[in-house]
């Protein structure tokens, strides 16, 4: 979220804080107030994946530099703890930062599509390093971890990725984050994307008092906290997810109630949850929790906003719904201003520095892209 709505400084110390606590073995540990590191859920894959998005934004190589030894360790301690066969298919005890069910294993779709993300990752930043061997390595592995999840894990009947227990047996009723993670860190390909967060949307979405539209995180029982009946961030993610796949209509709801949740409230913001059929927030404020999916859901996938800027380029793949007329996004590295008459879409993008825009719509290849510029 602070990355795509354009606090890189804040970002930068956070990553780099992080790497010094690195434990020695590898793990990215969580830090207390008192600054002791301890172990926790594990955030090393997605520390590796903030890393390369960081740079996707600044284009600050010495920073990969920096950090490239704890990547090394960090990509080792998640395969040698999350597949120690080597087959590619990884678990997770805490597989995502709100699970506090035990994760899914010895073959699950989160911490799989996660570890995927990790190694095309650390593939990309040995390459511009210069490191050559490593990068082979990472690359065959994530290619590895494609066939074996696509071959194993997704249900092509149902159209969704599953996870396989210890005793063998697939399971087709998926917590929403493994459909969505898979989508926005690009793992699964917009088609298949499409499907999964449909099934999501036909299977746990509901409207508590009529227009208000809620995503349950799964339909298990019992009801605890990693089961939680509709937490916001969640359905930030799942919308962000659905609208790269070209779905905004579809997903648009989910948000719009999200976010009018923080008007229905005690206190200001979005909070952890929506917990009433009025759609008032409910839950703890931890805001961390929602305001940032919820940043990186407008500003990646309603705005359609994808850096590439460390080699001069911005994506920009606009998903709002079908009757907006216009919309307009300010943060610190672009201006963004969308206009639709329903004949034509105008899309004005302004950068401090030159930039090429590249912008498609949703499910299309050929974007359409700007002559390389001298000045903004």
């Known amino acids: 979220g602070k990355l795509w709505a354009g606090d890189f400084e804040e970002v930068k110390r956070h990553l780099r804080f992080q790497a010094a606590m690195q434990g020695d073995d590898g793990f990215i540990r969580w830090v207390a107030p008192s600054l002791a590191p301890y172990t926790a859920e594990n955030n090393t894959a997605y520390w590796v994946d903030h890393v390369w998005f960081y ?6 190589r ?10 090394e360790k960090a990509v080792q301690w998640e395969c040698a703890n999350n597949d120690p066969d080597g087959d590619g298919l990884f678990q997770a005890k805490y597989e995502y930062w709100n699970c506090d069910s035990n994760g899914k294993g010895p073959k699950a779709a989160t911490p799989t599509t996660t570890a995927w993300a990790m190694h095309d990752r650390a593939a990309r930043i040995a390459k511009i390093l210069g490191e050559t061997v490593a990068a082979e ?6 290619e590895l971890i494609k066939q074996k999840a696509f071959s194993e894990l997704w249900n092509n009947e149902q159209g969704i990725l599953g996870s396989i227990g210890a005793e063998g047996i697939w ?14 860190n690009g793992f699964i390909p917009v088609d298949k994307g499409r499907r999964a967060m449909r099934w999501l949307e036909a299977n746990y979405a509901f409207e508590g008092d009529p227009g208000v539209h809620m995503l349950m995180n799964c339909d298990w029982w019992p009801l605890r906290w990693s089961v939680h009946w509709v937490p916001t961030g969640d359905t930030c993610l799942a919308a962000l ?22 008007f229905r409230s005690r206190t200001p913001g979005v909070n952890f949850s929506i917990g009433n059929r009025a759609g008032g927030g409910g839950g703890g404020i931890e805001f961390i929790d929602s305001d940032d999916p919820f940043m990186h859901a407008v500003v990646r996938g309603m705005f359609g906003v994808e850096p590439e800027m460390h080699n001069g380029r911005l994506n920009i793949v ?34 401090p520095q030159p930039t090429v825009k590249a912008v498609s719509l949703p499910g299309h290849t050929d974007p359409i892209v700007t002559p390389s510029e001298r000045v903004s």
């Not at 399971?171 to 926005?184: D, L, V």
């Not at 997810?241 to 923080?262: F, H, I, R």
């Open 137 to 142: 390595q990472y690359s065959a592995k994530a």
């Open 318 to 351: 606009p998903a709002f719904p079908s009757d907006w007329e216009s919309a307009e996004l300010k943060t610190p590295q672009f201006r963004y201003v969308y206009r639709n008459d329903g004949k034509k879409i105008t899309v004005e993008i302004v950068t």
């Open 62 to 71: 010495a920073f990969l530099e920096e950090m490239w030894p704890a990547i």
């Open 55 to 60: 740079y996707a934004w600044s284009g600050d």
């Open 171 to 184: 399971r087709g009723h998926p917590q929403t984050w493994e459909q969505y993670h898979g989508i926005n």
């Open 241 to 262: 997810a659905g609208m790269k796949c070209g779905d905004a209509d579809l997903w648009w709801p989910y948000l719009d109630t999200t976010v009018m949740s923080s």
